[in-house]
């Protein structure tokens, strides 16, 4: 599939960005474009466009219905993560979702990257936090903007007795379904310092 193709595409246009690797065998991902530097399978998934971000995407403005990202956006640099934010806002149709889901600094499983500000983690290249997710999509200009899933640090006492705290809201799977999340990934039961929870996302919506 080409950019092009999608100018007389029969369906909704759904992107996900950086998405070779998703694929379930449970229909998750069916009817969402994926769209990586990398085409090819990939255990059983595919690339349906390729393109090398943070490069513009070159199709029109006001074109696309939702936009996906999990885990991604953290191998490029800041930087170009707010270009690509820009470009999601500007393809979007008004009132459409890009939901953005990337690994939490503020996790308790991070905190090394969190007292550092960096992920030594290889090819990972940028840190996130809600806060600092949330300035970046109001920066590339999403009308509103709704944290789904993230990590609170207190740095005392007022959340767990590791001074973290969890916040998950219901989302929409139909937006975009993360596989890293509280009900989705099976490697959230074994027991930690901080509770049960290792597989989780920051999830950040935001809304054209």
Request: proline share 4%; glycine share 10%.
């Amino acid at each position: 599939m080409e950019w092009s193709d999608l100018t007389t595409y029969p369906k909704e246009i759904k992107l996900n960005l950086g998405g070779r690797r998703c694929f379930d065998g449970r229909g998750h991902f069916s009817g969402w474009i994926s769209v990586d530097r990398r085409c090819g399978k990939y255990n059983g998934g595919r690339c349906n466009i390729q393109h090398v971000f943070p490069n513009q995407m070159p199709i029109e403005s006001e074109t696309v219905d939702a936009i996906l990202s999990e885990h991604f956006l953290e191998h490029i640099t800041a930087d170009d993560v707010q270009e690509v934010l820009d470009d999601c806002q500007r393809v979007l149709k008004t009132g459409c979702v890009a939901r953005i889901a990337l690994p939490d600094v503020n996790h308790p499983l991070h905190e090394d990257n969190r007292i550092n500000n960096r992920d030594p983690m290889r090819g990972h290249n940028s840190v996130w936090c809600v806060k600092s997710m949330t300035a970046a999509m109001l920066e590339a200009g999403f009308s509103r903007v709704v944290p789904r899933s993230y990590w609170i640090h207190s740095g005392g006492e007022s959340g767990n007795e590791a001074g973290y705290q969890h916040v998950h809201r219901a989302m929409d799977d139909r937006d975009g379904w993360v596989r890293r999340t509280i009900g989705n990934d099976g490697r959230n039961f074994e027991q930690r310092p901080w509770g049960e929870l290792w597989a989780t996302s920051l999830i950040v919506d935001g809304i054209k």
